[in-house]
T-cell receptor, first 116, second 112 residues
């Protein structure tokens, strides 16, 4: 059963520490999204990649966040330094196409980040 | 820039009541539209999607949505809700560059 895998599922860290979240998209999917979910802001798109190239990261605070796809099987989202306001659930999603009949984004289980 | 608005943030219904959740999108070109559901503590799952053809789309668990192009709307409906439908519902659209943008979500609470 193909699925998007995110690690870790939970992370508690102290303010100022670096946090790295990982995502393994479904094999063969060429598009990867990073979303952040909070009570106040809902689901925000942070960045997305097509064929490993970043297409849009305008939703991401550039001074502390970075997103990469070192290869087709791994996407990473880093926060350095982390701040309490970064506490949220971070979702990765992948898909093959977003127009036409095969359009769908498959979501991972999320990483719940708490920065104290 | 594309955007999605969901008007109801929190809806409370009794079992067997009918449901309609509003969704409006903003994008000038062709869009694909989605409804996702997130059960408590879980990830988002696709309920239904529209890409072309019949504007009335049927999804899983008895949900349906109607695409009205003139109103830029894609409202979600269910004739009779169950307690198990308690969840958060997200409308989304994919337009330019196939970027998938979500609305802020509607929390549905169904009272037995």
């Amino acid at each position: 059963d193909a699925r998007v895998t995110q690690t870790p599922r939970h992370k508690v860290t102290e303010m100022g520490q670096e946090v790295t979240m990982r995502c393994q998209p479904i094999l063969g999917h060429n598009t990867v999204f990073w979303y952040r979910q909070t009570m106040m802001q809902g689901l925000e798109l942070l960045a997305y990649f097509r064929n490993r190239a970043p297409l849009d990261d305008s939703g991401m605070p550039k001074d502390r966040f970075s997103a990469e796809m070192p290869d087709a099987t791994l996407a990473t989202l880093k926060i350095q330094p982390s701040e309490p306001r970064d506490s949220a659930v971070y979702f990765c999603a992948s898909g093959l196409a977003f127009t036409g009949p095969n359009t769908e984004a498959f979501f991972g289980q999320g990483t719940r980040l708490t920065v104290v | 820039a594309q955007s999605v608005s969901q008007h109801n943030h929190h809806v409370i219904l009794s079992e067997a009541a009918s449901l309609e959740l509003g969704c409006n999108y903003s994008y000038g070109g062709t869009v694909n539209l989605f409804w996702y559901v997130q059960y408590p503590g879980q990830h988002l799952q696709l309920l239904l999607k529209y890409f072309s053809g019949d504007p009335l789309v049927k999804g899983i668990k008895g949900f349906e949505a109607e695409f009205i192009k003139s109103k830029f709307s894609f409202n979600l409906r269910k004739p009779s809700v169950q307690w198990s439908d308690t969840a958060e519902y997200f409308c989304a659209c994919a337009g330019g560059y196939q970027k998938v943008t979500f609305g802020t979500g509607t929390k549905l609470q169904v009272i037995p």
